[in-house]
C-alpha cells in the first residue's frame, strides 16, 4: 500500500511539473545535436549529389554505410558508430556495451590519470565519451533541481527549480563522483574478470549455447547489482536534500542502509517503475519497426516518434525521484511516530 501511495503522489508530481520535464528534454536534445549534427553533415557529404542519395533516403544500406565508416575512421564523430544506430541499437544492440561500462570506464580512467599521475589522457575522451561526461554534469544538476522540487510541501516556480539545481550541484557532484569510483571497480573487477573467465572456460565447448547462458547469468547479475547501487544512490541523493547532509560519504551510506533497511518497499517501487520502463521501451521498439522510412515525411514522423520515446524516459526518471522521495519521506514519519509512542 505504502508502495502505491508512494507512486501515486510521484506521478502526480511530475505531472505537475511538466515545464521541468520538457526543459530536461530540451537539454537532452542539445545535448545530442553536438554528436548528431556533425555526423549526418558528414554523411550528407558523402551522398549529395551521387546516385545513393535517394535511395539511402528510403533505406540506409549497411554495406554503404559500413564502406562509409571505414573511409571516415579519422573522423571522431564517425568512427563510434555502427549501421544499428539506425533501428532500436540503443537498447538492444548495444546493451553490451552499457552493461561493460565502456564510457564509465573511459571517464573513470582519466580522472584517475589526471588525479595520480597528474596527465591528461586525451586518448579517454572522444566526442562520446565527453558527450557522456556533460550529461553526466547535465543530469547532476537535474536530479538536485527535481528531488528538491519534489521534497518540499509546495509547488516550485521554474527560476526556484533552477536555483535548488544549483544549489544542491556540489553536494550531488560528489556523490557522482563516488558512484563513478564504485562503477569503475564494478566493471574492472566483476565485468572484466568475469568476461575473461567465461571466454577461457568455454573456448573448447562444443556448443554454442554454454558460452551463452554463462553471458546472460553475469549480464543478470551486473543488471542487479547496477539496480540495487542506483536505489542505494538515489536514495542518497533523496536524504542529502530531506536530512539536510553535508557529506557524500556518509550520505551513500545512509542510503545503502535505508534501502538495506527497507528493501521491500525500496525494490517493489524500483521493480514496478522499472517495468513500466521495459513495458514502454519493448513497445516502442515494435512500432519502430513497422514504421517504413520511405522520404522526408517519414524520417520526420520517425524523428517525433522518437523525441516521445526520449521524453517519457526523463519522464520516468522524474518519476522516479519523485515517488522515491514520497516512500522515504513516508517511511520516515512511520520510524518518527514509533520513535514517540514507545
Not at 67 to 77: E, K, P, T
Not at 167 to 183: A, E, Q
Not at 289 to 296: A, F, L, M, R
Request: with cysteine.
Amino acid at each position: 500500500m505504502r508502495i502505491l501511495q508512494a507512486l501515486r503522489i510521484g506521478i502526480r508530481q511530475v505531472n505537475q511539473t511538466r515545464r521541468m520535464v520538457v526543459f530536461a528534454w530540451l537539454v537532452n536534445v542539445t545535448l545530442a545535436l553536438t554528436i548528431a549534427v556533425p555526423f549526418l553533415s558528414q554523411v550528407d557529404s558523402a551522398v549529395q549529389g551521387t546516385i545513393l542519395e535517394e535511395r539511402l533516403l528510403e533505406q540506409t544500406d549497411s554495406n554503404w554505410f559500413q564502406s562509409f565508416r571505414l573511409d571516415n575512421q579519422s573522423n571522431a564523430f564517425v568512427r563510434p558508430f555502427d549501421h544499428t544506430i539506425f533501428g532500436y541499437a540503443p537498447f538492444l544492440v548495444h546493451y553490451e556495451s552499457a552493461l561493460s561500462g565502456t564510457m564509465i570506464k573511459n571517464i573513470g580512467n582519466f580522472f584517475l590519470d589526471l588525479i595520480f599521475q597528474w596527465r591528461v589522457g586525451l586518448e579517454y575522451l572522444g566526442p562520446l565519451t565527453i558527450l557522456a561526461f556533460v550529461y553526466l554534469l547535465v543530469s547532476t544538476f537535474l536530479a538536485g533541481a527535481f528531488i528538491s522540487t519534489y521534497a518540499k510541501s509546495y509547488r516550485m516556480s521554474f527560476q526556484e527549480f533552477l536555483m535548488e539545481g544549483a544549489k544542491y550541484f556540489g553536494k550531488y557532484f560528489r556523490i557522482s563522483l563516488l558512484s563513478l569510483i564504485i562503477y569503475l571497480v564494478l566493471f574492472d573487477l566483476l565485468y572484466d574478470y568475469w568476461r575473461e573467465w567465461i571466454r577461457q572456460t568455454t573456448a573448447n565447448d562444443p556448443s554454442e549455447m554454454t558460452p551463452f547462458v554463462h553471458y546472460m547469468i553475469k549480464n543478470t547479475v551486473v543488471v542487479l547489482i547496477m539496480g540495487f547501487l542506483t536505489m542505494c544512490f538515489d536514495y542518497a541523493k533523496v536524504r542529502m536534500v530531506v536530512d539536510d547532509r553535508f557529506s557524500a560519504l556518509f550520505a551513500v551510506w545512509a542510503g545503502v542502509k535505508f534501502v538495506l533497511n527497507n528493501f521491500w518497499s525500496t525494490a517493489g517501487l524500483f521493480f514496478l517503475l522499472s517495468l513500466a520502463g521495459l513495458a514502454f521501451m519493448a513497445l516502442y521498439a515494435l512500432l519502430q519497426g513497422t514504421i517504413h522510412v520511405s522520404g522526408y515525411w517519414s524520417i520526420l514522423a520517425l524523428f517525433v516518434f522518437q523525441q516521445i520515446y526520449i521524453g517519457f524516459r526523463l519522464w520516468l526518471k522524474a518519476a522516479f525521484y519523485a515517488s522515491e522521495t514520497q516512500l522515504y519521506q513516508s517511511l520516515m514519519q512511520t520510524e518518527h511516530r514509533t520513535e514517540v509512542t514507545r
